[in-house]
């Protein structure tokens, strides 16, 4: 790694960036520090409110509810989709057509819209017009994801495992490739077993990616909102009910701005935390190489 | 047969190398014959993760080609009365079709901005240090990851104050939020790969920055740029939440058509479906350009 020129000119190259960014996200998080402290009746009336909205939402067993399913939700899509995401990636061909054939396959469920995701989950796992659903009655499962909280959990995760392994899968399969033929070689001389193979020459160079993975799945996975939006609509109950729909319920749907705004803040100030620390962790590793 | 070839096999080794390795040669190929056994394994493990991962697709594809009464009559593998009746409700009504156009349009300008602000930025990242450029890099990282639910009101609002709720570049705007920063940084990760030497010779050489950005730089990256594109065209085609909000007639994303018109006619599975289906192509298309570097673009040209 060579040493970078100090130029301040730089920022000349940036400034477009900065401008258009700071144009969808500055300026809208403006408006939301805003709300966030008054009280708004209509356009013309709203009173300062301080700290009020924040005290009520912190306070809020609707968003605690939704906080804590938002973390068992991320851990459980993480615990499932890094492991079997890495297996794809160790069984994927290397060489030739079918390698490039099965890139393409594995990526097709992260190029559909999200909507599209719910709906083709929602239309596979009904009993009378879906497979997986059809399926589950004929081996005997009482299975209704419509009505059932914990059926509707497992197809939630089911989708998104189904969704999103795939990105985790051609992450490590890149960072395998990256991986030199000589330290196969090696192994082989050595006699290495196969899970010696992975866990002294493969793993150790899987970190990198692996902890991008790790980061882009835990984020994403934390404003999911789209799928599990048409798949079951929060329900039943409010069992499936995450954190960005919690937020959209209150926003649209209830429109209690003030409330909807301190609300807003407080989730994104949890995710810019998180990622502050993946951050730091991306950027150490890559000045210790 | 097996045997024949093992000593085949082993007989150059034994002469290349002397006798030592004729000891060897029998555990050699015990081990190759595991590798074997494994490869099959992998392969196997594999065709059934594909078949487990397009199963649904499938099935939204059969469903496509059946008319409602078959949908709901039973459950089958291919459909009996093959029927393109769905598509052609689809193509034959410009409030249908007008989606894909819409999506379309506001996906393509939304990757041109996003490319475009993003190459130089990325450049600046890539070479130079700054005042503050690692609190800029993070500040665009920490735009990737904000959930676009919280920004959905101010942006409805801020949109509609200058005029430019329901057009196709509000939308393409609302999604640079979380395009733009993953352009510089997927930008950023190639640029980074690409020696300074080149530079520094082009400088001497006599190009000015822009020349030699243009004829020099940009075609060394360009399996890069080319990846960033795909990246741009996939986020911004399968977000829903920003698009539907800001659009109500003019603009509106076929995502967000797919929505309404189902729930107004009583559930039409048959062309939910085609809709579905005809979502899924756009994508196959892109990514078959960039196949070969999609998985180092995945790790944001970090590997």
Known sequence: ?289 | MTQSSTTHDSKPSAAKYGTAETIQAPVYSHAERKARNATRRSRLGMVLYLVLLLLPIYWLLNMSFKTNTEILSGLSFFPENFTLENYAKIFGDPTWYMGYINSTLYVVMNMVISLLVALPAAYAFSRYRFVGDKHMFFWLLSNRMAPPAVFLLPFFQLYSSVGLFDTHIAVALAHCLFNVPLAVWILEGFMSGVPREIDETAYIDGYSFPKFFVRIFIPLIRSGIGVTAFFCFMFSWVELLLARTLTSVEAKPIAAIMTRTVSASGMDWGLLAAAGVLTIIPGMLVIYFVRNHVAKGFALGRV
């Open chain 1, 1 to 289: 790694m060579q040493t970078k020129v100090e130029n301040n000119k730089a920022w000349f190259l940036v400034l477009p960036v900065f401008i258009i960014v700071a144009f969808s996200a500055i300026i809208p998080l403006m408006t939301v520090v805003n709300y966030s402290v008054q009280d708004i009746f209509d356009q013309n009336t709203s009173y300062f409110v301080g700290a009020e909205w924040f005290k009520q939402v912190m306070l809020d067993s609707r968003l605690h509810d939704a906080l804590i399913r938002q973390f068992l939700f991320s851990l459980t899509i993480l615990l499932i989709e890094i492991p079997l995401g890495i297996g794809v990636a160790l069984m994927m061909p290397t060489k030739g057509k079918s390698a490039s054939l099965c890139l393409i396959l594995v990526a097709i469920p992260l190029l559909i819209p999200w909507n599209v995701v719910g709906t083709i989950w929602q239309i596979f796992g009904r009993e009378d017009i879906g497979l997986f659903g059809a399926f589950m009655s004929t081996i005997g499962v009482d299975y209704n994801y419509a009505s059932d909280p914990f059926d509707a959990w497992a197809t939630v995760v089911l989708m998104d495992v189904w969704h999103w392994t795939p990105l985790v899968a051609l992450l490590c399969y890149s960072g395998l490739r990256a991986i030199p033929e000589v330290y196969y070689q090696a192994a082989r001389i050595d006699q290495a077993s196969r899970w010696a193979v992975f866990r002294y020459i493969q793993l150790p160079k899987l970190t990198n990616v692996l902890i991008i993975g790790v980061l882009l799945r835990f984020m994403d996975s934390f404003m999911i909102y789209t799928e599990p939006f048409v798949l079951t609509g929060g329900g039943p109950g409010s069992s499936t009910t995450f954190l960005s729909q919690a937020l959209v319920q209150q926003a649209i749907g209830q429109f209690d701005l003030g409330p909807a705004a301190a609300f807003s803040l407080v989730y994104f100030l949890i995710i810019l935390l998180v990622c502050w620390v993946f951050y730091t962790t991306i950027m150490n590793m890559q000045k210790d190489k």
